[in-house]
């Protein structure tokens, strides 16, 4: 069973203030992926990461995936209160479960004005 | 608007009764994914169907079940609904078998009294 580890779990911080979240396993992934998930609705993906030790940047937000492609980070700069929400990564498996996205439990963030 | 529809959005049921979740993927989309989500155990992977198939299937319980029609929607059934059953649902849709990003619907959420 592959399963994802989030940390930390909860993250509460003042507007402009920079944070990592972490998404660890003992599995290796095929591609990483990290959603952003609002309440009432539905993940939305923010990124996909497929190459280990990979970088993408998407605003305000960068995304490193691990050497190993067992880990990988998010990185907020200078948050701000729309940042606010669960933070999902999602591992896809390789081989014979590589149509399975297994899921992290999140980090829920709030930033506060 | 994700281009994937969920419905209905609330479902109150009692215990023991039967009930039918659908799901109409993104237009273009062949497949579709159904997860579970609680808060102690976050998002987990119930079944996946490819143009009418099933394709892999994850800790699903004997009591639901899925299907995909010819026109690609989906519905998740569960019977002899318990308590512990009470969570959000979400289907979510990509394009082909392999996943490189989930599309999610909006979810029903199932209270089960």
């Known amino acids: 069973t592959q399963l994802l580890e989030q940390s930390p779990q909860f993250l509460s911080i003042q507007e402009g203030e920079n944070l990592t979240v972490y998404c660890n396993s003992s599995?290796?992934?095929?591609?990483l992926q990290w959603y952003r998930q609002e309440p009432g609705e539905g993940p939305v993906l923010l990124v996909t990461v497929v190459t280990g030790g990979e970088v993408k940047k998407l605003k305000r937000l960068t995304f490193q995936f691990g050497d190993a492609r067992k880990d990988s980070s998010l990185h907020i700069t200078a948050a701000q209160p729309g940042d606010t929400g669960l933070y999902l990564c999602?591992?896809?498996?390789?081989?014979?479960?590589?149509?399975?996205?297994?899921f992290g439990k999140g980090t829920l963030l709030t930033v506060n004005p | 608007d994700s281009g994937v529809t969920q419905t209905p959005k609330h479902l109150i049921t009692a215990t023991g009764q039967r009930v039918t979740l659908r799901c109409s993927p993104r237009?273009?989309?062949?497949?579709v994914y159904w997860y579970q989500q609680s808060l102690d155990q976050g998002l987990q992977f119930l079944i996946q169907y490819y143009n009418g198939e099933e394709r892999a299937k994850g800790n699903i319980l004997e009591r639901f079940s899925a299907q995909q029609f010819p026109d690609l929607h989906s519905e998740l059934n569960l019977s002899s609904l318990e308590l512990g059953d009470s969570a959000l649902y979400f289907c979510?849709?990509?394009?082909?078998?392999?996943?490189?990003?989930?599309?999610f619907g909006s979810g029903t959420r199932l209270t089960v009294v």
């Open positions: 599995s290796v992934f095929s591609s």
């Open positions: 999602a591992g896809l498996g390789s081989g014979g479960s590589n149509y399975k996205l297994t």
């Open positions: 237009s273009g989309d062949l497949s």
């Open positions: 979510a849709s990509s394009a082909g078998a392999v996943n490189y990003g989930y599309t």
